[in-house]
């Protein structure tokens, strides 16, 4: 610069203590620590800083392993190129999946509990204390084999992983990250140790039927097992049947919403999935179960749930049946059957694996995959024809007796 005399001087260079030339932004504190200023998207003023100017320089004795600055600055100028918003790069993995959820606030109260336990294991693991900037695949696996160590379900731990996947993918879209750590497939690390849906044979189903049909203290849930079989069914479904919900004229059942009970009582709620609104067909041995069943239960019900009223399926003190208690039974009943009958053990039987019976069954008799897929009230017709149907030695047989018949 010029003086007022006119004579030509070189502005002084900014230097650290070790004489070292600090560029534009940068400085050094008294501490010895150094800081570069710079200007974000949305025309703040911020700060970064590093105990060491150089990747090379060594850190001082007492204080955490860290980024250069000037490593740091190019981590800036890189997001700044690629549209990356630094300034939010510091929210954490559990800020993250909470943006995430207050995107779709509007969900049913299973969703919202899966949510709050997925939350609170985040919160309870280092994981969800990390920056999201921070998180590498490698640290994202790392979580998913602790969530083994403590027993938690491989199918458990898919979910929670696509959760979180779709978290990030968030990120990924709002310029907060550039890749995605969950890229990766849970049996890259773990084995999918998921027990395959049991399916009754028609033997043990009609040893079923029998047991329960003739047993004293069992035979009060012969209707709802012979339902169960004949229709698919999810026990939700069943438990939330009134009468308003029977249409014997055209023969058909109008499934549009399940009861569930947990620690906060009764709810009701729409089918799991957009395509469990439908109709089932009624058989003739489904008919018979479900008039008996309303006449066993006729003006019995004590309470209305959510404006439903007239529920078919109650328990002892007239209160609609739910889940757990029909878990129970089915438990009890299989256990009573095998200590009476050792030389042929029933299998264990629960709700769910009478609806796979069912499905199998109407596979086996070559029910087409799209209406099976209406019946069921599956969300695609994938899970129809790879997850619920069985094939096996006898129903192979058949089919290949009938092609070259």
């Known amino acids: 610069f010029h003086n007022q005399k006119g004579v030509l001087h070189m502005a002084a260079k900014r230097t ?14 008294q501490d010895g620590r150094y800081a570069y200023k ?13 105990w060491k100017l150089n990747p090379t320089d060594p850190i001082p004795k007492g204080k955490r392993q860290c980024k250069s600055l000037r490593e740091m600055k190019k981590e800036l100028l890189r997001d700044e190129m690629d549209g990356i918003d630094s300034s939010k790069k510091k929210m954490t993995v559990c800020e993250l999946y909470e943006k995430q959820n207050s995107l779709k606030p509007n ?19 280092k994981f969800g204390s990390m920056y999201i900037e921070n998180v590498k695949p490698s640290d994202a696996k790392e979580w998913a084999l602790r969530m083994s160590k403590k027993d938690y379900a491989f ?26 750590p969950f890229n990766w497939k849970l049996t890259d690390i773990l084995t999918d140790d ?23 203290v069992y035979n009060r849930y012969y209707n709802e097992v012979v339902i169960l079989l004949n229709t698919g069914l999810r026990i939700s479904e069943l438990c939330g049947l009134t009468v308003n919900d029977l249409d014997f004229e055209n023969g058909f059942i109008n499934v549009n919403h399940q009861l569930l009970r947990d620690k906060d009582g009764y709810h009701v709620d729409v089918p799991k999935t957009e395509s469990g609104l439908r109709k089932i067909p009624m058989l003739a041995v489904t008919r018979k179960a479900l008039q008996e069943q309303l ?3 006729k003006g019995k019900c004590a309470i209305a749930v959510d404006g439903y009223s007239d529920f078919i399926f109650l328990n002892a003190r007239n209160y609609p049946m739910y889940t757990v208690l029909y878990n129970n039974a089915l438990n009890g009943l299989v256990k009573k059957h095998n200590k009476m009958y050792r030389d042929y053990e029933l299998p264990h039987i629960s709700p769910h694996v009478l609806r796979h019976t069912f499905c199998t069954n109407m596979a086996n008799a070559r029910m087409t995959p799209n209406n099976l897929q209406y019946i069921m009230g599956h969300k695609n017709i994938t899970m129809t024809l790879g997850y619920y149907t069985h094939a096996s030695c006898e129903s192979a047989m058949t089919e290949m007796l009938s092609i070259v018949a």
């Open 16 to 29: 650290d203590s070790k004489g070292r030339i600090l560029l534009t932004g940068e400085s050094q504190r």
């Open 38 to 50: 710079y200007t974000n998207v949305h025309g703040e003023s911020k700060f970064i800083y590093s």
């Open 107 to 125: 969900v049913r109260k299973g969703t919202m509990n899966g949510r709050n336990q997925l939350m609170n294991l985040l919160k309870a693991d």
């Open 155 to 180: 199918q458990t731990i898919n979910n929670y992983k696509r959760s979180l996947k779709a978290s990030f993918y968030t990120a990924v879209n709002d310029d907060l990250i550039r890749k995605n």
């Open 194 to 216: 998921t027990k395959h849906k049991e399916v009754l044979t028609k033997e043990q189903t009609d040893k079923l039927l029998e047991f329960v049909k003739n047993d004293a």
């Open 295 to 297: 006449q066993k239960s």
